[in-house]
């Protein structure tokens, strides 16, 4: 058994989609109400729009395989930054998410490892993410990486604007 990780294309469109609708929903349904949640998909996180992310600039995406079984994906951005951060030449770790079944397996490691190696590659001085502040599980995970809070933004999840925590690792 063996984790393998590779770079999306245009092609995984389609299979990109499809994994951010299913992990946000396993992520996130049991702690928001169905209303909300269907809003969401229906109208924010429609399946068009993320088969449309997938080629726009300053975006990568990496699918994460546990064998030949797609275990989780991790969605990078460049470019884009709170002004929070100031003048911090810094990477967004935008999605990383692992198939319900896969958590635990070592599939986030990976994927953040993956997110880091890129940042240095790009020659950034940290790594930064949002994470709703309700999340204990990502929160735990992430400041076992070394992300420490330094802001906060409203996230809108149907008709619920909730919280998210915003959080940098220094490189």
Known sequence: MSFL?????KEDA???ADLSRTTFYETFAASN?????????????????????????????????????????????????PHTLGFVKALEIARLYAMK????????ALLMQKSIDIAKEKNKQSIWL?????NQRALDFYRKWGFRKF???????GN????????????
Do not use: C, H
């Open 5 to 9: 990780i590779r770079q999306a294309t």
């Open 33 to 81: 109400t169905k209303e909300n949640m269907d809003k969401f998909l229906s109208e924010q996180f429609t399946r068009g729009k993320l088969i449309r992310e997938v080629e726009q600039p300053g975006l990568q995406f990496f699918i994460a395989y546990y064998d030949d079984e797609v275990a989780g994906y991790l969605k990078l951005r460049d470019g884009q930054q």
């Open 151 to 157: 802001s906060e933004q409203n996230f809108l999840l």
């Open 160 to 171: 619920d604007v909730q919280r998210d925590w915003l959080m940098i690792k220094d490189l």
């Open 14 to 16: 389609e299979l990109i």
């Open 101 to 108: 079944t896969m958590i635990g397996k070592g599939v986030g």
């Open 130 to 134: 949002g994470v709703w502040e309700k």
